[in-house]
């Protein structure tokens, strides 16, 4: 069975400051790695994904995520964080022999002026 | 135009009622779920269907149960609510099952509260 943690619950950084979210997972079987992002009072919308290849994988808006297979990691980052960042950030995997996305419990972002 | 729509956004009802919530999406999907947001914010799945079919039904108690009229129609009836029921159900629809990795768009939502 798949498992996913986030370590941080929450996370208050300053605007322009960089940030980290942190994502491990547990499989024993090969997975795919996501980034949902939850706006307040909104449905979950994706923010990038790992499937294979390039380990580095990028969203349209300054965030990035590494695929680290010996860390069983998939940390996501972005060097200078807006207001508008300001969100439920959701890691989640889902494997090949699966069709269930397995949710990680949440890091709320909060990013002050 | 909306992709993933859910009806009601608010749901307030007594413990013991019978309460269903609509979702319907246009983006021409043939997957689609219903998620458990509890007030720790978790996301669990419940149920999926993919093609009218059942292809995934969570440990979740009888009480729920999912109809799939078509393809773009994936509605939640729930009976005899209970207090362990008030939580945020969220609709997903994506192109094929989870395990093809498409990406999965999110209804907005419907919080329910059993008093």
């Known amino acids: 069975a798949q498992s996913v943690t986030q370590l941080d619950s929450q996370v208050p950084v300053f605007e322009e400051a960089p940030v980290e979210l942190r994502c491990n997972y547990s499989?024993?079987?090969?997975?795919?790695l996501f980034w949902y992002v939850q706006y307040p009072n909104q449905g979950l919308q994706l923010l990038l994904k790992?499937?294979?290849?390039?380990?580095l994988v990028e969203s349209i808006n300054g965030f990035e995520a590494e695929f680290n297979k010996s860390q069983t990691s998939f940390h996501l980052r972005k060097p200078s964080v807006h207001i508008s960042d300001t969100a439920e950030y959701f890691c989640?995997?889902?494997?090949?022999?699966?069709?269930?996305?397995?949710f990680g419990t949440g890091t709320r972002l909060q990013v002050f002026p | 135009d909306t992709a993933v729509s859910q009806t009601p956004k608010y749901l307030v009802t007594q413990m013991g009622n019978d309460k269903s919530i609509k979702c319907e999406q246009n983006?021409?999907?043939?997957?689609m779920y219903w998620y458990k947001q509890d007030s720790k914010k978790f996301l669990k799945i419940m149920f999926s269907?993919?093609?009218?079919?059942?292809?995934i039904n969570e440990t979740v108690p009888n009480r729920f149960s999912p109809k799939s009229p078509d393809k773009a129609h994936l509605n939640l009836h729930i009976n005899s609510l209970e207090l362990g029921d008030s939580a945020v159900y969220f609709c997903?629809?994506?192109?094929?099952?989870?395990?093809?990795?498409?990406?999965?768009?999110f209804g907005p939502g419907t919080r329910l509260t059993v008093l």
């Open positions: 997903a629809s994506s192109q094929a099952p989870a395990r093809s990795t498409d990406t999965q768009y």
């Open positions: 499989s024993s079987v090969s997975v795919y």
């Open positions: 790992y499937l294979s290849g390039s380990t």
């Open positions: 989640a995997v889902v494997s090949y022999n699966t069709d269930k996305l397995i």
């Open positions: 983006l021409g999907h043939d997957t």
């Open positions: 269907y993919n093609n009218k079919e059942l292809i």
